[in-house]
């Protein structure tokens, strides 16, 4: 019998174009991702050395960091619109395909990948952004890299890599009803903190897993980079495969049934060894808020702000102190007391529609705290369509959200969607860092459950609790 | 890419733990579209006020730390987004050499690709130079070959790091050029996968 294998060495092992002693794998990538942030310089240097791109048809662009949510045909920055141009004229002259600003396609890169049918098990997928993590969902090995590395993807279709370690995140259990999959990898960072999948690859296993729809899963991986990983991916079941059935660019028909079968042969194999392993239960996760300024700075809707006195080490008494301080909280404090400005529900975290429908249903019938503003972003175009076709729309609007247009919006602040500085926002995006939604700006990362209860509260409330309250 | 082999510079400490990258460089600075120039926004908002004006309480402001080339900073240095424009940055504005306890992992591969040797001590040699860095004009020297870091008071250290990086970095190779050496390689495996 062959030694059991994880998913990871499967598509790895898969990939190998040349391995020789002393140096990392040449890895073959199936799917390059571009967009408008992190490719100028890529093509640019092409452009220097008389390079050419190597399989345009492997290569996917769209633009999504820069785009305005209010009208999207009005970019008034002109360096945003010159990094837009930018795009167009790169993907025209090196013939890649691009989903513009008024492509029914277009849409932030880690939604449209899998919406498009373009992200598929056992694929290698890589992008100029470190959320490609997202698309590990589909049992694909999918990572964010750099800038030199985008050129040196588009020039030769491969990357030199250093074989990574593999870890089990195994979560036992099931998620109690109003604890979302945006709450459990908040919860895992929290527990073991931003740099326990540095060096590793990830794939989460576990009943709580197995339960979730493919946009719950892409929640998850889409964070695993918050927690150090690269990468971090799901091995694919027949919920990853009804996902993917009829979409674009999937194979049809026959041949559909006859990926199937390869894909279920990545799966992870009974007995593997991974290299570590770690394991949280569902069932004790509750609704999370972060109260500081990096995403393991994570705390229950029910707990109250850490203290620097929590700890004896110098280093994070400090980190601890500097966080409180920006974020204009007290050790000790409740986070339910904590009042907020700004309501945020989009990103590539959780902009999807099952997001948006899950954040309709805890507004529908109230009405927004007039002291909050509350926007709503949908990950793509189609999404859009989509949640206006069900009325969605109408859902928020009514309660006194703002219904944007598609794009990576309040989640970096690249575009005109920015937190004025000492403001607070309950944020469903992936990062609280200093001045990640603006100057200032003081985020907290919540599931659009909660970012909807805390847009009518004024408040972080438990929407465990909250939903089952009679609208007044 | 310049090659790095031996390189003596001063010290500047930043003694912070998660140091990510919109605070190495903003977001509102990823705009540009050429690869030169970031050194003037590295760590723009903790250098500098709203108004612009270089913030007097900030270490790397001081006349002491003007032109070091050695950062030595807290574990897990680099964490956050894969934007290139940290490292560039970083290098833009004069660092060669960085030295912590833990980095970032696509942030650490940026560095290599720009030249930049991040190299990874343990949580005491970091202390230790951090503590020694306070005072004025304090060197290091760093030798990439014999993979050792020392100064002139006999503290000294050795660290580790994969042959690959190490002779990327020695020879301050292109790293496509060298990949496209491999074309024959690459088209077998096309076809292999058809």
Same mark, same amino acid.
């Not at chain 1, 409180?324 to 975290?349: N, R, W």
């Not at chain 1, 972003?377 to 928020?396: T, W």
């Not at chain 2, 650490?108 to 190299?119: D, E, R, T, W, Y």
């Given at each position: 019998?062959?030694?059991?294998?994880?998913?990871?060495?499967?598509?790895?092992?898969?990939?190998?174009?040349?391995?020789?002693?002393?140096?990392?794998?040449?890895?073959?990538?199936?799917?390059?991702?571009?967009?408008?942030?992190?490719?100028?310089?890529?093509?640019?240097? *092409?452009?220097?050395?008389?390079?050419?791109?190597?399989?345009?048809?492997?290569?996917?662009?769209?633009?999504?960091?820069?785009?305005?949510?209010?009208?999207?045909?009005?970019?008034?920055?002109?360096?945003?619109?010159?990094?837009?141009?930018?795009?167009?004229?790169?993907?025209?002259?090196?013939?890649?395909?691009?989903?513009?600003?008024?492509?029914?396609?277009?849409?932030?890169?880690?939604?449209?990948?899998?919406?498009?049918?373009?992200?598929?098990?056992?694929?290698?997928?890589?992008?100029?952004?470190?959320?490609?993590?997202?698309?590990?969902?589909?049992?694909?090995?999918?990572?964010?890299?750099?800038?030199?590395?985008?050129?040196?993807?588009?020039?030769?279709?491969?990357?030199?890599?250093?074989?990574?370690?593999?870890?089990?995140?195994?979560?036992?259990?099931?998620?109690?009803?109003?604890?979302?999959?945006?709450?459990?990898?908040?919860?895992?960072?929290?527990?073991?903190?931003?740099?326990?999948?540095?060096?590793?690859?990830?794939?989460?296993?576990?009943?709580?897993?197995?339960?979730?729809?493919?946009?719950?899963?892409?929640?998850?991986?889409?964070?695993?980079?918050?927690?150090?990983?690269?990468?971090?991916?799901?091995?694919?079941?027949?919920?990853?495969?009804?996902?993917?059935?009829?979409?674009?660019?999937?194979?049809?028909?026959?041949?559909?049934?006859?990926?199937?079968?390869?894909?279920?042969?990545?799966?992870?194999?009974?007995?593997?060894?991974?290299?570590?392993?770690?394991?949280?239960?569902?069932?004790?996760?509750?609704?999370?808020?972060?109260?500081?300024?990096?995403?393991?700075?994570?705390?229950?809707?029910?707990?109250?702000?850490?203290?620097?006195?929590?700890?004896?080490?110098?280093?994070?008494? &400090?980190?601890?102190?500097?966080?409180?301080?920006?974020?204009?909280?007290?050790?000790?404090?409740?986070?339910?007391?904590?009042?907020?400005?700004?309501?945020?529900?989009?990103?590539?975290?959780?902009?999807?529609?099952?997001?948006?429908?899950?954040?309709? &249903?805890?507004?529908?019938?109230?009405?927004?705290?007039?002291?909050?503003?509350?926007?709503?972003?949908?990950?793509?175009?189609?999404?859009?369509?989509?949640?206006?076709?069900?009325?969605?729309?109408?859902?928020?609007?009514?309660?006194?959200?703002?219904?944007?247009?598609?794009?990576?919006?309040?989640?970096?602040?690249?575009?005109?969607?920015?937190?004025?500085?000492?403001?607070?926002?309950?944020?469903?995006?992936?990062?609280?860092?200093?001045?990640?939604?603006?100057?200032?700006?003081?985020?907290?990362?919540?599931?659009?459950?909660?970012?909807?209860?805390?847009?009518?509260?004024?408040?972080?409330?438990?929407?465990?609790?909250?939903?089952?309250?009679?609208?007044? | 890419?310049?090659?790095?082999?031996?390189?003596?510079?001063?010290?500047?400490?930043?003694?912070?733990?998660?140091?990510?990258?919109?605070?190495?460089?903003?977001?509102?600075?990823?705009?540009?579209?050429?690869?030169?120039?970031?050194?003037?926004? *590295?760590?723009?908002?903790?250098?500098?006020?709203?108004?612009?004006?270089?913030?007097?309480?900030?270490?790397?402001?001081?006349?002491?730390?003007?032109?070091?080339?050695?950062?030595?900073?807290?574990?897990?240095?680099?964490?956050?987004?894969?934007?290139?424009?940290?490292?560039?940055?970083?290098?833009?504005?004069?660092?060669?050499?960085?030295?912590?306890?833990?980095?970032?992992?696509?942030?650490?591969?940026?560095?290599?690709?720009?030249?930049?040797?991040?190299?990874?001590?343990?949580?005491?040699?970091?202390?230790?130079?951090?503590?020694?860095?306070?005072? &004025?004009?304090?060197?290091?020297?760093?030798?990439?070959?014999?993979?050792?870091?020392?100064?002139?008071?006999?503290?000294?250290?050795?660290?580790?790091?994969?042959?690959?990086?190490?002779?990327?970095?020695?020879?301050?190779?292109?790293?496509?050029?060298?990949?496209?050496?491999?074309?024959?390689?690459?088209?077998?495996?096309?076809?292999?996968?058809?």
């Amino acid at each position: 019998m062959q030694t059991p294998k994880t998913i990871i060495e499967k598509i790895w092992e898969q990939h190998v174009v040349h391995r020789e002693e002393g140096k990392p794998d040449l890895l073959y990538i199936d799917l390059h991702l571009v967009h408008e942030v992190t490719s100028p310089q890529a093509f640019e240097g *092409l452009r220097l050395n008389g390079r050419k791109v190597r399989r345009p048809d492997l290569t996917f662009a769209t633009m999504d960091h820069n785009i305005p949510t209010r009208q999207r045909q009005v970019i008034h920055d002109p360096i945003s619109k010159k990094q837009i141009d930018t795009l167009v004229q790169n993907c025209r002259e090196f013939g890649i395909t691009l989903a513009d600003l008024h492509h029914p396609d277009n849409g932030i890169v880690h939604v449209i990948g899998p919406e498009l049918g373009l992200t598929q098990p056992g694929k290698t997928i890589v992008c100029g952004d470190s959320h490609t993590s997202t698309h590990g969902a589909f049992g694909a090995l999918a990572f964010g890299i750099g800038t030199s590395e985008v050129e040196h993807v588009l020039a030769t279709q491969t990357l030199w890599q250093a074989k990574p370690k593999t870890l089990n995140v195994k979560v036992n259990g099931r998620l109690g009803t109003g604890v979302t999959a945006k709450d459990l990898i908040l919860a895992i960072i929290a527990k073991f903190g931003v740099k326990f999948g540095t060096g590793y690859v990830v794939e989460y296993t576990g009943e709580a897993i197995r339960a979730m729809s493919m946009e719950e899963r892409m929640t998850v991986c889409n964070m695993s980079i918050e927690g150090g990983a690269r990468a971090g991916l799901i091995s694919p079941d027949e919920t990853t495969f009804n996902y993917l059935r009829g979409r674009r660019y999937v194979p049809q028909g026959a041949a559909f049934e006859e990926a199937v079968a390869r894909w279920k042969a990545l799966a992870t194999d009974e007995g593997a060894i991974y290299d570590d392993v770690i394991e949280i239960n569902a069932d004790e996760v509750a609704p999370q808020v972060t109260w500081g300024t990096n995403p393991g700075m994570c705390i229950p809707v029910t707990a109250n702000v850490p203290s620097p006195d929590d700890t004896d080490k110098p280093n994070e008494k &400090e980190e601890i102190q500097r966080a409180l301080e920006y974020m204009g909280l007290k050790a000790g404090q409740p986070i339910s007391s904590v009042k907020i400005d700004h309501v945020f529900i989009g990103s590539c975290t959780n902009s999807r529609l099952s997001d948006l429908r899950k954040a309709a &249903e805890v507004i529908r019938g109230r009405k927004v705290s007039p002291s909050v503003t509350a926007i709503v972003v949908p990950g793509s175009f189609s999404v859009k369509l989509a949640a206006e076709q069900e009325g969605l729309d109408q859902v928020f609007k009514e309660a006194g959200f703002e219904w944007r247009e598609a794009g990576c919006s309040m989640c970096l602040g690249m575009n005109d969607d920015i937190i004025p500085s000492g403001e607070r926002c309950a944020s469903t995006s992936n990062r609280n860092f200093e001045g990640r939604q603006g100057k200032g700006a003081r985020t907290h990362l919540v599931s659009p459950e909660m970012a909807a209860a805390a847009a009518i509260a004024g408040r972080f409330v438990d929407v465990r609790t909250f939903t089952a309250q009679e609208v007044r | 890419m310049e090659p790095l082999r031996i390189h003596q510079g001063l010290v500047f400490p930043l003694n912070r733990p998660n140091i990510d990258t919109d605070q190495i460089i903003p977001k509102q600075f990823l705009k540009r579209i050429e690869r030169s120039g970031f050194g003037q926004f *590295l760590f723009y908002n903790w250098r500098f006020d709203d108004q612009g004006n270089p913030r007097p309480d900030f270490p790397l402001n001081a006349p002491q730390y003007k032109g070091a080339s050695i950062l030595v900073a807290g574990e897990n240095f680099g964490c956050g987004s894969s934007r290139e424009h940290a490292p560039w940055a970083v290098q833009d504005f004069g660092f060669k050499v960085i030295i912590a306890p833990s980095y970032a992992d696509i942030f650490k591969n940026n560095c290599v690709k720009n030249g930049i040797l991040a190299i990874q001590a343990n949580e005491e040699q970091v202390q230790i130079i951090m503590k020694k860095a306070e005072t &004025e004009g304090y060197t290091v020297t760093v030798n990439l070959e014999e993979q050792v870091v020392y100064d002139h008071d006999g503290f000294e250290f050795h660290f580790e790091i994969a042959p690959y990086p190490k002779e990327m970095l020695l020879n301050g190779w292109d790293e496509i050029g060298v990949t496209l050496t491999y074309e024959e390689k690459i088209k077998q495996y096309e076809l292999s996968i058809r």
